[in-house]
């Protein structure tokens, strides 16, 4: 459907100027207007344009933004980046790789430490029939296992913050 330019203001929900800023920026028109005559607009084009303008702002497409919000745009990133570094200068963070590394260590003491119990239990029990004993040495060693996690996280964590 073919409209004025007030016509597509209320239809977009837009102030006049603001209709006008647009089509600097590239909003199409049918005919300009001037001398007496009114702007032509098809409104499902202007639509469709405004559609897409909303879609270039959420992802950035730098083809179509101004120097302007480019210039703040890098601030805003460089800005990002110094906290960044601040706040792993104050150890309020870490690498995803050095916690990867951390947890991964973790993981296979603990499971080289399950796959010892065995070995190291059944010495321990043969020939014991008290069953609170055996529970007892199960216990022991397993808590062995956990208190070496313990200290080797404690070692790691140290060795995170520096």
């Known amino acids: 459907m073919q409209v004025n330019r007030a016509e597509l203001a209320e239809i977009l929900g837009l102030s006049l100027p603001s209709v006008d800023s647009r089509v600097k920026r590239g909003m199409p028109y049918v005919s300009k207007g001037g001398r007496g005559r009114e702007w032509v607009f098809e409104s499902s084009d202007c639509v469709a344009w405004e559609k897409q303008q909303a879609i270039n702002n959420a992802i950035g497409d ?32 870490l690498e995803i790789s050095a916690v990867v590394k951390v947890i991964t260590n973790d993981y296979i003491t603990l499971k080289q430490r399950l796959r010892q119990v065995a070995q190291r239990i059944a010495p321990l029990v043969v020939g014991e029939t008290d069953e609170l004993e055996v529970k007892q040495i199960i216990s022991e060693e397993i808590d062995d296992a956990l208190t070496e996690l313990s200290n080797e996280y404690y070692a790691e964590s140290e060795e995170l913050s520096e």
């Open 62 to 93: 730098t083809a179509l933004v101004d120097a302007e919000e480019l210039k703040q745009r890098k601030l805003a990133a460089e800005t990002s980046i110094a906290e960044i570094e601040a706040a792993k200068a104050r150890g309020e963070v």
